[in-house]
C-alpha cells in the first residue's frame, strides 16, 4: 500500500510540476490514400510513390498503383522552460517502410525526431539549437506538389541527423550552421550506397546558410560541404561543394517558389550525380544543375504548376575507368538532361483534401551501349529522349 501511495504521489508531483511549465502536447497527422496510372517503366522508390524519371527502356506498359501507406502520426511538444532556455520537441512517423517493390507489409518507421534548444541574447535577439533526424537545411523548402517526391531530383530531398545553430539578426536576416550524418539517404561508392564513406570520413557533412524574411519575400541561400572515404583503407578523400539559392514570395492567395542548386556529387541528397577516381588516384565528382519553380493560386479551390529541369555536366577530370564510377541509386550515369512539368488541381474541404495532379518527366539518356566519354564522365553518344506521364490521385484526412 505504501507503495502504490509513493507511486500515486509521484505521479500526482509530475502532473503538477508539468501544468506549472505549461508543457502542451499537439498530435496531429493524416490518412493518405494515393492512387496513379505511369505510362513508362519508372525509377521509383516503395510502392513506386516517390517518382524520379523513366528508365532508359522500351516499357510504355502501363502500370497501376493504389496504397495509403503515407498515411503520418506526430507529437510536437511545447511550452518547457528552464531559466531563460526553451525546449520544444517533435517526433514523427508513418508507414513507408517494409515494401519490396509494391509488395510486403507496410511498417511504422520514423521520420522525424529532434529537440529544438532556445535562447535570447542580451539585446533580444533569438537563437537556438537544434539536434536530432529532421530536414536537411536544403530541402527544408519545397513545392506545393501533392507528389510525394515533392521536386526531387530537381531539388535536395533528404532527412537526416544533425545538429542544427540558428541565429536571428536584424531586419529579418538569420544565419544557420549544421553538422550532417547519414542515415536513410547515403553517397554512393564500392559498397553501393552507405553511410559507411562518412562514418570513416571522421569528418561531418557541414552546411552554412542566410535567410532573409521580410513581409511576403523570402530569400535564402547557402553552402553545403561534404569529405568522404570511399575506400576506408585509403587516405583518399572525395570533396564536394553544393551551393544553393531560394525565394519565395505570397501575396493573399497566389505563392511563387523557386529554388536552384549547382551540385558536385550530390546523390546523397537525392540529387542526379555522383564520382568517380579520375586519372591521378584521386576522386572528381559530377558537376549537376537543377531548378525548379513552383506556382500556387487559390484557397478552397488550389491551382498549382511545377516545372523543373536538371543537367548533368559530366566531372571536371578525366576518368581511369568506367567500373571505378558511381553515381545516384535513383539514376542513372546516362542520363544527360531531364525536366518535369507538373500541374495540379487541389480541392480543400475543411480537413479534408482531394487532389488531381498530372505529371511528366522526360530524360534525355546517352546511349550505354556506345559507352562512357572517360575524358568528361558523360555518355554523349546516341542521345534520345524516354518520357513518362503519371496522373496522379490524392485524397487525405488530416486531424
Known amino acids: 500500500m505504501k507503495r502504490y501511495f509513493t507511486l500515486a504521489a509521484l505521479a500526482a508531483l509530475c502532473t503538477v510540476t508539468v501544468a506549472a511549465q505549461d508543457v502542451q502536447y499537439k498530435w496531429y497527422g493524416f490518412i493518405r490514400n494515393y492512387a496513379h496510372v505511369d505510362t513508362h517503366e519508372m525509377t521509383a522508390l516503395t510502392a513506386d510513390l516517390f517518382s524520379y524519371g523513366p528508365k532508359d527502356n522500351d516499357n510504355d506498359n502501363a502500370t497501376w498503383h493504389f496504397t495509403a501507406i503515407t498515411s503520418r502520426l506526430g507529437l510536437d511538444v511545447t511550452g518547457y522552460k ?10 514523427e512517423a508513418d508507414f513507408y517502410n517494409g515494401l519490396s517493390g509494391v509488395t510486403g507489409t507496410a511498417l511504422f518507421r520514423l521520420r522525424q525526431a529532434y529537440v529544438t534548444l532556445g535562447w535570447k541574447n542580451a539585446f533580444g535577439n533569438p537563437y537556438s539549437l537544434k539536434v536530432g533526424q529532421t530536414w536537411h537545411p536544403m530541402a527544408a523548402d519545397m513545392p506545393d506538389v501533392i507528389s510525394l517526391n515533392t521536386g526531387a531530383p530537381f531539388g535536395p530531398f533528404a532527412r537526416t541527423p544533425l545538429a542544427q545553430f540558428d541565429y536571428t539578426l536584424d531586419d529579418g536576416w538569420s544565419l544557420t550552421a549544421a553538422a550532417v550524418w547519414q542515415m536513410q ?25 542566410i535567410s532573409y524574411v521580410s513581409g511576403s519575400s523570402t530569400i535564402r541561400a547557402g553552402l553545403d560541404f561534404i569529405s568522404t572515404k570511399p575506400v576506408q583503407a585509403s587516405s583518399e578523400r572525395m570533396n564536394a561543394m553544393i551551393p544553393f539559392f531560394y525565394a519565395q514570395y505570397k501575396e493573399g492567395l497566389f505563392s511563387a517558389k523557386f529554388k536552384t542548386v549547382y ?100 530524360v534525355e539518356y546517352g546511349d550505354s551501349k556506345l559507352g562512357m566519354n572517360l575524358n568528361n564522365g558523360l555518355f554523349d553518344q546516341g542521345l534520345h529522349w524516354v518520357a513518362n506521364n503519371r496522373v496522379q490521385m490524392m485524397l487525405k484526412y488530416s486531424f
Open 82 to 91: 528552464y531559466n531563460n532556455m526553451t525546449a520544444t520537441a517533435k517526433i
Open 185 to 209: 539517404y547515403t553517397s554512393a561508392g564500392p559498397e553501393g550506397p552507405s553511410a559507411n564513406y562518412m562514418k570513416y570520413s571522421g569528418i561531418p557533412e557541414v552546411y552554412a546558410g
Open 263 to 362: 551540385a558536385q556529387a550530390g546523390e546523397h541528397l537525392n540529387l542526379n550525380g555522383g564520382y568517380g577516381v579520375d586519372v591521378n588516384g584521386g576522386y572528381t565528382p559530377t558537376r549537376n544543375s537543377s531548378s525548379w519553380v513552383s506556382l500556387s493560386y487559390g484557397k478552397d479551390w488550389q491551382f498549382v504548376l511545377f516545372g523543373g529541369f536538371s543537367k548533368n555536366f559530366g566531372t571536371d577530370k578525366a576518368l581511369a575507368s568506367p567500373a571505378t564510377f558511381w553515381f545516384s541509386k535513383n539514376s542513372a550515369s546516362n542520363m544527360n538532361t531531364m525536366y518535369r512539368i507538373t500541374p495540379t488541381i487541389i480541392r480543400n474541404l475543411g480537413k479534408v483534401q482531394v487532389a488531381l495532379e498530372y505529371e511528366h518527366t522526360a
